[in-house]
């Protein structure tokens, strides 16, 4: 093989690697986001309502524990790697927080504790920045 179709192949196998890396990696950036996006929009209301309203964190949290959990689930199959441990961690810290796993609340709820679950809510949804 003379030097020019080494450099040939070379270039067409770049070009090859390239029309087929760009628009696979744009599919699945579009399938993160849109997982992204249900996956925020899965704790919007619940975060905005720990942050305005006086409701117990209990009456907050719980009902909604469900669809956290399923929006977490759906939205970890986009995740690799190191990001996937980290989120995982992440999704424990929120999800067995103890204070929120059943009804034995105070009448004056500690504002620290909430303010630590909207702080864990938000770590969990800086994995859903867009792509």
Request: glycine share 4%; with cysteine; proline share 3%.
């Given at each position: 093989?003379?030097?020019?179709?080494?450099?040939?192949?070379?270039?067409?196998?770049?070009?090859?690697?390239?029309?087929?890396?760009?628009?696979?990696?744009?599919?699945?950036?579009?399938?993160?986001?849109?997982?992204?996006?249900?996956?925020?929009?899965?704790?919007?209301?619940?975060?905005?309502?720990?942050?305005?309203?006086?409701?117990?964190?209990?009456?907050?949290?719980?009902?909604?524990?469900?669809?956290?959990?399923?929006?977490?689930?759906?939205?970890?199959?986009?995740?690799?790697?190191?990001?996937?441990?980290?989120?995982?961690?992440?999704?424990?810290?929120?999800?067995?927080?103890p204070p929120y796993q059943d009804e034995k609340q105070t009448e004056k709820?500690?504002?620290?504790?909430?303010?630590?679950?909207?702080?864990?809510?938000?770590?969990?949804?800086?994995?859903?920045?867009?792509?």
């Amino acid at each position: 093989m003379s030097r020019a179709e080494i450099i040939t192949a070379i270039i067409g196998i770049v070009i090859l690697v390239s029309a087929t890396w760009i628009p696979l990696h744009i599919y699945r950036s579009g399938k993160f986001n849109q997982a992204a996006k249900a996956f925020i929009a899965a704790f919007q209301d619940e975060l905005t309502r720990l942050k305005l309203e006086s409701t117990s964190t209990y009456d907050i949290i719980n009902p909604a524990r469900i669809k956290h959990s399923e929006a977490c689930f759906t939205f970890r199959k986009y995740l690799r790697g190191r990001e996937l441990g980290r989120f995982n961690l992440a999704w424990h810290k929120y999800y067995l927080t103890p204070p929120y796993q059943d009804e034995k609340q105070t009448e004056k709820e500690d504002t620290n504790e909430r303010t630590a679950l909207i702080e864990r809510i938000e770590e969990l949804l800086d994995f859903a920045k867009f792509k």
